[in-house]
């Protein structure tokens, strides 16, 4: 998500838009993890003189949705990007995700979404261990994921509506009820008429919005 973002999450200069989509996410019951709420340091100053590394911890209440328990991972080279990591995130939350580069928000993001496994610990997704699970499960498990790539992750040879299109059809939908999906998708996020457009005729906020549309448009349990 951008960093001039309103309190709701969405784009200032584009109010009914912004109402639009946050009304569409709430009644379909999706809740956001956006890259901006805890703070992974690598606790470096505060490290006790035993040597061991403090634990981040994030209490919360309600049903679990996300849970980290001592999580750490290492890179190929040696590079510890989260270590000893600990929280809950609940059912309906809207979580941020801060801090400076290399503090371990993108290990974060990847971890929830399956794209990687800890090196140490364990990361529940609705009471699934991510780290036990095959890769066709994760697979599945990614069905209920919607996300918003920074890079946007657009495909330049499809126009808008068929990227929006991409889920529904990689999930089994229907042609017509895929498209039909689609449509409203882009209309909640302001590019209705520009659903057989080229990406790159899109601005870099229209981009930005029509990956939104792509992650909302199969109604997912989980926004990142």
């Given at each position: 998500m951008p960093s001039e973002m309103t309190s709701d999450g969405i784009f200032p200069s584009q109010p009914s838009v912004s109402a639009k989509l946050i009304h569409y996410l709430k009644t379909n019951g999706i809740f956001i993890i956006?890259?901006?709420?805890?703070?992974?340091?690598?606790?470096?100053?505060n490290t006790p003189s035993s040597g061991k590394q403090p634990d981040t911890v994030c209490p919360s209440i309600g049903t679990p949705?996300?849970?980290?328990?001592?999580?750490?991972k290492t890179y190929p080279g040696g590079f510890e990007a989260l270590k000893n990591v600990s929280f809950q995130i609940n059912k309906g939350e809207m979580i941020f995700i801060a801090g400076h580069s290399g503090s371990g928000k993108s290990t974060v993001l990847?971890?929830?979404?399956?794209?990687?496994?800890?090196?140490?610990?364990?990361?529940?997704f609705n009471n699934q261990d991510?780290?036990?699970?095959?890769?066709?499960?994760?697979?599945?498990?990614?069905?209920?994921?919607?996300?918003v790539f920074q890079d946007h992750k657009i495909l330049y040879d499809r126009n808008v509506?068929?990227?929006v299109i991409l889920p529904l059809r990689i999930i089994g939908y229907q042609p017509r009820k895929a498209e039909e999906r689609a449509r409203i998708a882009i209309e909640k996020v302001g590019?209705?008429?520009r659903e057989l457009d080229d990406p790159v005729t899109l601005s870099g906020g229209e981009q930005q919005r029509l990956c939104i549309a792509r992650a909302v448009v199969h109604q997912p349990s989980l926004l990142i």
């Open positions: 956006s890259v901006t709420y805890l703070l992974f340091r690598q606790h470096t100053a949705m996300i849970r980290f328990e001592q999580v750490s990847k971890l929830i979404s399956g794209i990687t496994k800890p090196s140490r610990g364990k990361v529940h991510l780290g036990t699970l095959t890769d066709n499960q994760i697979g599945f498990m990614r069905q209920h994921i919607g996300i509506l068929q990227n590019l209705k008429g």
